[in-house]
């Protein structure tokens, strides 16, 4: 082998980079275990207090890797994530809707034809990918032949864009501009939300093509604060920013207080050590509002800090974060991990009572960074906001009609922004009132920018400038023209899974890895001895390589992306078995160990590489097409696929090198008493078998046609749409009785009732109210369930699943799908289906040049899907019921990829064959092809199995359907390897020569 070298090196250099960034991952664990003790008080843990542990060191150094400080902030960012359904959390996803967008682009039309047309277009794009504005546009002029759009969006709003001579197509592109820069200020806004919220790794993106988006909220407690502030109205404002001198009799004031309130909270520190820091250098400094104008920020600190060197160190560090100036001529400034101290200082009660009505107080949106190029130090400025006593802002967000990103005089990016006439009147007088003064522009009560007004502005178009990038100056003007346009977002998707939940998942997802490495290691060395050993140690790096590349990537380990791991496992070793027989086959007629080691490596490559490209495919297609924990497992199938080639073929050959240097005399072995002879000189006839095979399949498949007509799939909510709740109880539950019991709570409409992992809990899905996406909606639907249960059970509900004890009973986790987001999804994963089977058939036909193996293994692949689809509808008849959701379609799409992986390597050796012996009957052939693989058919097929059993077996009620699925496919993947794939591809050959 050539390159060995290269080889060596760049598995040390992965090595030390998994090893680099999974650390990262051992240190969150730690610090989350510190907080759990920390939270824990007689076995029972607060998860709330959990996680004002964890938000009070985010910003400490809490790892030293080499001399270099991390704070858990950045160890958070860098380390391999937990997906929710592993730690608990919240995903939702939000629709901005189109339709009121466009209203409030009209002006609020009350045109009969417009707003028929807008209900027209709603319909018209459920469930589809069709363009909303364009089926809006269809809909009015089946409506309004003789009308221009023009005619209702020619408004005062938006004069000098729309006259009553614009073209449709010129307000159909605006349209489009409006609609899609509503969606991105939504997103902006949202996001910003969502990174005040005080939530480690939340994840917030726009799902392209769509007015949707996406967030995850790790760990929260409170579903329903997360959903009022997710669906809350923007609130834009502006508001006149006191200068400091004009506030500073207020901060002695506080100071004072708060003096007080520490001095009684530090009964240790002396009273002459507490009064020298009763601020009386501090007033008199502030007194003077003349030698406050004379001070620069600089100076005004060095002031403070001599006037404070006898105040007791400990105290000190406690009092002065309140009022620390740092250069900031007009503000002031705080280290970002003093702010936290700052906000519960001043919603002290007392110190609220020294704040007058006509001050509040709000922060900056996002950390300014420290002018030292070497120093992370970030601080965060507050702003003293002049507040009427009616606490309405002089200006609010709705009179700007436009804002954009522009560039100043001095060509650095700024933001100019346009007025109605009753704005640009008020802004003229609020302008003119505070010249050489600054007014802060507020969205949901934090400051994007506190521009200082150089003059009077009467027609309602300025510019603000400041030290914006390009990027940022875009966003605040996206920020500005939030007002002028409202954007409604609706839930449409909203899963909260309590922490419980998440830690059992964990723990039956680790219990399947391990258990499933065991078995398989423990096999190989049973079947292939030393070269088994060496299998397994590719195994060991195939697994470290996934979780340290999951980890670089930032990628998050959800529970299907543990059943990826899984998979891989058992798929890993088919490359090895490959190689192993091979060689195997090589020693048998007569090679010296050295040559069949080559030969072995050489001949198998192409199998491996076909049958892992072919994988990889329908990982490709899984990520793309696929939502949520799909894209999860996808990311881990493809990089396990990537891992095991590499260890596979190259890290085993150096190790099988190095210990075979000696030939002949080498101590490796392939082959144990158990292998030796098996499955030697098999000489079966499958083509001869083949029209039994296609007679049990068809019968197969048309029992499970009836079964699904007779009584259908249990599909999941994610492709019916609706509500479902887990709900778990102290004791035993009749889910039969339980259903009947909750009919009439859903005003007798759809509802199931099943056990999920054990008889304790249950899975409770439900049809009533799908139609209405509401908080109100939720919450009539979780009332009429919480009801329901306490009536027939007589437990109390305890919202708090981590307080769940005897005599209660909780909703551990709970998933709403809207009827639109459902249809996408069924959609999506139909076309994820077909588009797999499309790229295969080319694959193969590109590969094999002939389009008989090509069609050969699409029919293969077809039957494969329906044989599923026939026993999971029989099992439903049988009382077995297992759902059909997102996660079953990964699964689908697995069971083609793990069949056209088998059905290639087949393949591979019949076109290899038919190279040598031109001269034979094309069935001998393929029959001596189909033995001369059966060794490693039967292994590959065996190691998988054992996985995926052990899957079933411990991977929890979330995986169940998956891997009952992945059973049935790894079993019948291999079945129509042998009797459908290679069959059909000689009846097609047939029919070509007839």
Known sequence: MKNKGGVVLLTIVVSILCVYYLSFTFVAQRVNQQAIDAATVDNTTDYQKKQQYLDSVWNEPVYNLFGVDFTYKEIKETELNLGLDLQGGMHVTLEVSPVEIVKGISGNS???????ALDMAKE??????LDFVNEFYNAYKELSPDKSLASVFATAANRGRISLSTSDEEVLDLINTEVDGAIERSFNILRTRIDRFGTSQPNIQRLQGTGRIQIELPGVDNPERVRRLLQGVAKLE??????????FPTLQAMNDVMVKEMKAELPEISGEEAESTESEDLGDLLSDDSEVDSLNADDLES??????????????????????????????VYDLKDTAQVNRMLKNAKVQQVIP??????WLVKPIKSQDELSTDEFLELYAIKSSRGGKAPLSGEVIVDARQDLDQRTQPAISMNMNATGAKKWKKLTGENTNRRIAIVLDNYVYSAPNVQGEIPNGSSQITGNFTLEEAKDLANILKAGSLPAPTTIVEDVVIGPTLGKVAQDQGMLSIFAGLAIVILFMIAYYSGGGMIANLAL????????????????????PGIAGIVLTIGMSIDANVLIFERIKEELKNGAGLRQAISSGYGKAYSSIVDANVTTFLVGIILYTLGQGPVKGFAITLMVGIACSFFSAVFITRVIVEWMSKKGDNSKISFTTGLSK??????????????KFAYLFSSAFIAIGLIAIIAKGLTYGVDFTGGRSYVVAFDQPVESSALKVALGSSFDNQGVEVKTYGSNNVLKVTTSYMINDESDQADAQVKEALVSGVSEFTSLSYVQDDTKAAEGNFTIVSSSKVGATIADDIKNASTESVVFALIVIFLYILVRFRKWQFGLGAIIALFHDTLFVLSAFAIANLLGFSFEVDQVFIAAMLTIIGYSINDTVVVFDRIRENLAIRTNSEMKDVFNESLNSTMNRTMITSLTTLIVVVVLFIFGGAVLKGFSFALIVGILIGTYSSLFIATPIVIDLNKKKEQ
């Open 540 to 559: 060991f790096f195939n697994v470290f390589f996934i979780l340290g590349i999951l980890a670089q990537l930032s990628a998050a380990l959800t529970l």
């Open 110 to 116: 009350t045109d009969p034809n417009f707003l028929k």
């Open 238 to 247: 502006f508001w006149e920013v006191y200068d400091m001198q004009e506030i």
């Open 124 to 129: 018209r794009v459920k469930g589809t990918q």
């Open 303 to 332: 002031q403070l800090a001599s006037d404070s060197t006898a105040v007791d160190s400990t105290f000190n560090s406690q009092v002065s974060p309140l009022f620390s100036l740092l250069k900031a001529q007009y503000g002031l």
């Open 677 to 690: 002879n098996a499955l030697a000189g098999m000489n079966f006839d499958f083509i001869s078998k083949r």
């Open 357 to 362: 009505a006509t001050i509040k107080f709000m």
